[in-house]
């Protein structure tokens, strides 16, 4: 049985990591009440999706593959070759529930599970229900497409949250026999095999923190490095689909299918947090620069080409046609959360607050149990797409990577809050709950009091003067803002992007005021597809009007707004929870019909009529009301 060495951490533990800038806080530090924007979300992952995801993996058939495998039961194969990879997803988001409640509603369900895993393995350590049900001789030797080390990575990670969260170690054990296999045969000196899917490098790091046994950073490293010699492709894709077509170290842009590009990047930063490869972390910058001022949605969303599920170009950023699966915005706040462990910069935890307030928000329904796989910024009237990239939420899907993806991220958010270093402590994510402020059982206590994102105003209390450094984050978005500290007036110093608040300098409160208010947000000139467009957006969420709030016979495609559009924040309209902005002086300028191009003396455009009042709702409530269309950039005059 394995040593454990880091049983209070969240899904990144540090303990080893001397080039970080701060540490995660120990699992538990972070509690978000259920008031708050973040609490009530995990309250209703609890409640709803991840009972909904074990649903799923039993009624999709993906539990029942590794039955088929010891005879328990005769279906044939159900889902995708990464099948498996449900079950694991699901697995971790129910290790990290346990963690943060300690419930136990879902004992029988992990016993049965693991019990089955490990009667399911190979003498050989090998567990994969795809090749093992039907292709076992090609067991690690055709691993473009069957994503076996993917799954495996999936499974070290499912592992490695139940030994910390609950101290079992059997799913530990098969998967580290796995591992010992993969070892052998693919290792160092041995066969040179890719994965077509990366996942597995930033898995077999973690391996490394919890054990302390340096062979499964080696082993990390190992497929890092060996990712980038061309031996994947040509196929129906390119080299650059699998990040096969330059070493990681030579690249300057993200390119490629969008999972796999960020999911290698969160794995290399995680060997550049372990090993200081300085090289390494040049082309890391290179890459995020790429995704961040090139390539991103304005909702966070990543990947702009359906074809390879890939980024575009430069600027390639086509609203109605976005890609942007929800795993690969999860997948984004997975790398900017290794990112700022690297730096302590707070541009990554903004990146982190974008994609969580909007495409990772949008991607699950009110209720928790249904999905978006993509998410578009526009959807036209009558054009509701189908299964994956369906432009409506769904309960599953054929390939169902997302929903177990986003369950498991929810389940441990409270990990990603807050860090440590040896000044004092920085809160990165703000939410009603508590913060403490130290790694000692003892340390002291930061109550948050807030309705953060809708109201940019946060009050922390302590329960004893001050005795560290604090580090309050002031959002990319905030244009003004005010603090008191001990109700006074006060001006403490700001360094990359944080609020600094000395030891000894607060005796009891610091209030702070981010001053949120609804703002005009443009496209960059070089964005074609939004030229001439405007957003708008109130903190750090991104706002959309659908055609459920628009007068009969108005299309979403017919409404254009003023570009000095006067803003109102509203309740929230009929059928929702958030409020609504209300943007005025808006028009509707019709054009049904008529030649598809004519010349400057040709019109075949209505008179413009006035539209009246336009209700925005925040992008990521869209789509509960009905199966209407919807748009986030709104022509402009």
């Known amino acids: 049985m394995q040593t454990i060495h880091a049983e209070h951490h969240g899904p990144t533990g540090l303990t080893r990591s001397s080039n970080a800038a701060v540490l995660p806080l120990p699992r538990g530090n972070v509690h978000f009440s259920d008031s708050g924007f973040l609490g009530s979300w995990q309250e209703l992952n609890r409640a709803a999706t991840i009972p909904h995801c074990i649903q799923q993996i039993e009624a999709s058939g993906a539990v029942d593959n590794f039955r088929r495998l010891i005879g328990e039961s005769l279906s044939s194969f159900r889902g995708p070759p990464f099948a498996d990879s449900d079950v694991y997803k699901t697995l971790e988001a129910i290790a990290w529930e346990i963690g943060r409640t300690g419930t136990s509603d879902y004992d029988v369900f992990v016993d049965e599970v693991v019990s089955l895993l490990g009667r399911a393995q190979a003498e050989d350590g090998y567990l994969n229900t795809w090749v093992q049900g039907g292709t076992s001789d090609q067991k690690l030797s055709a691993m473009r497409w069957s994503h076996e080390l993917y799954c495996l990575g999936h499974l070290i990670q499912a592992a490695i949250a139940f030994a910390r969260t609950t101290g079992r170690c059997e799913l530990l054990e098969i998967a580290i026999g796995y591992v010992d296999l993969v070892e052998r045969e693919l290792g160092p000196g041995a066969r040179a095999e890719l994965d077509g899917h990366p996942e597995i490098e930033t898995a077999l790091v973690e391996m490394w923190r919890l054990t302390g046994e340096r062979r499964f950073l080696e082993l990390?490293?190992?497929?890092?490095?060996?990712?980038?010699?061309?031996?994947?492709?040509?196929?129906?894709?390119?080299?650059?689909?699998?990040?096969?077509?330059?070493?990681?170290?030579?690249?300057?842009?993200?390119?490629?299918?969008?999972?796999?590009q960020l999911y290698l990047t969160a794995g290399a930063t995680d060997l550049m947090i372990e090993e200081g490869d300085f090289e390494l972390g040049a082309a890391l910058e290179r890459i995020w620069l790429s995704v961040h001022q090139q390539k991103m949605y304005i909702t966070g969303g990543l990947g702009s080409r359906h074809r390879g599920e890939s980024f575009g170009d430069a600027y390639e950023l086509p609203p109605d046609r976005a890609y942007s699966e929800?795993?690969?915005?999860?997948?984004?706040?997975?790398?900017?959360?290794?990112?700022?462990?690297?730096?302590?910069?707070?541009?990554?935890?903004?990146?982190?607050?974008?994609?969580?307030?909007?495409?990772?928000?949008?991607?699950?329904?009110?209720?928790?149990?249904?999905?978006?796989?993509?998410?578009?910024?526009?959807?036209?009237?009558?054009?509701?797409?189908?299964?994956?990239?369906?432009?409506?939420?769904?309960?599953?899907?054929?390939?169902?990577?997302?929903?177990?993806?986003?369950?498991?991220?929810?389940?441990?958010?409270?990990?990603?809050?807050?860090?440590?270093?040896?000044?004092?402590?920085?809160?990165?994510?703000?939410?009603?709950?508590?913060?403490?402020?130290?790694?000692?059982?003892?340390?002291?206590?930061?109550?948050?009091?807030?309705?953060?994102?809708?109201?940019?105003?946060?009050?922390?209390?302590?329960?004893?003067?001050?005795?560290?450094?604090?580090?309050?984050?002031?959002?990319?978005?905030?244009?003004?803002?005010?603090?008191?500290?001990?109700?006074?007036?006060?001006?403490?110093?700001?360094?990359?992007?944080?609020?600094?608040?000395?030891?000894?300098?607060?005796?009891?409160?610091?209030?702070?005021?981010?001053?949120?208010?609804?703002?005009?947000?443009?496209?960059?000139?070089?964005?074609?597809?939004?030229?001439?467009?405007?957003?708008?957006?109130?903190?750090?969420?991104?706002?959309?009007?659908?055609?459920?709030?628009?007068?009969?016979?108005?299309?979403?495609?017919?409404?254009?707004?003023?570009?000095?559009?006067?803003?109102?924040?509203?309740?929230?309209?009929?059928?929702?929870?958030?409020?609504?902005?209300?943007?005025?002086?808006?028009?509707?300028?019709?054009?049904?019909?008529?030649?598809?191009?004519?010349?400057?003396?040709?019109?075949?455009?209505?008179?413009?009529?006035?539209?009246?009042?336009?209700?925005?709702?925040?992008?990521?409530?869209?789509?509960?009301?009905?199966?209407?269309?919807?748009?986030?950039?709104?022509?402009?005059?």
Not at 222 to 236: A, E, S, V
Not at 516 to 525: F, S
């Open 220 to 260: 990390a490293r190992h497929f890092i490095d060996r990712r980038g010699y061309q031996t994947m492709g040509p196929d129906q894709f390119g080299a650059d689909y699998f990040l096969d077509h330059e070493p990681i170290r030579e690249a300057t842009e993200a390119v490629g299918h969008a999972v796999r």
């Open 326 to 637: 929800t795993c690969a915005g999860i997948a984004n706040f997975m790398w900017n959360w290794r990112m700022l462990l690297l730096t302590g910069e707070a541009r990554f935890a903004d990146e982190m607050e974008r994609g969580l307030y909007n495409v990772i928000a949008a991607s699950t329904s009110m209720s928790g149990t249904e999905f978006f796989y993509v998410n578009r910024l526009q959807v036209r009237e009558g054009h509701i797409s189908d299964e994956n990239a369906s432009s409506i939420r769904r309960s599953w899907f054929g390939c169902a990577c997302c929903p177990p993806n986003l369950a498991r991220l929810i389940a441990s958010l409270d990990s990603y809050a807050a860090t440590s270093n040896d000044r004092g402590v920085q809160v990165h994510l703000y939410s009603d709950g508590n913060v403490a402020l130290g790694c000692e059982p003892d340390s002291p206590i930061a109550a948050i009091r807030t309705d953060y994102p809708w109201d940019g105003r946060v009050s922390v209390t302590l329960d004893r003067p001050l005795g560290v450094e604090l580090r309050l984050r002031v959002p990319a978005w905030v244009e003004d803002y005010s603090v008191t500290i001990d109700g006074a007036a006060a001006g403490p110093a700001k360094a990359d992007g944080y609020l600094v608040f000395e030891p000894n300098s607060v005796n009891h409160s610091i209030e702070l005021d981010f001053h949120a208010t609804p703002v005009i947000d443009l496209p960059h000139p070089y964005l074609d597809a939004s030229r001439g467009t405007m957003a708008v957006r109130n903190g750090p969420i991104v706002y959309a009007f659908e055609q459920a709030d628009l007068p009969d016979g108005v299309d979403v495609q017919d409404v254009y707004l003023p570009f000095k559009t006067q803003l109102e924040v509203v309740g929230a309209p009929d059928g929702l929870d958030v409020p609504a902005i209300i943007a005025k002086g808006g028009i509707v300028r019709r054009c049904a019909g008529g030649p598809l191009y004519s010349n400057q003396s040709q019109t075949t455009q209505e008179e413009d009529r006035e539209l009246g009042p336009l209700t925005l709702i925040p992008y990521f409530r869209w789509g509960n009301r009905s199966q209407a269309a919807m748009r986030v950039w709104i022509p402009g005059m």
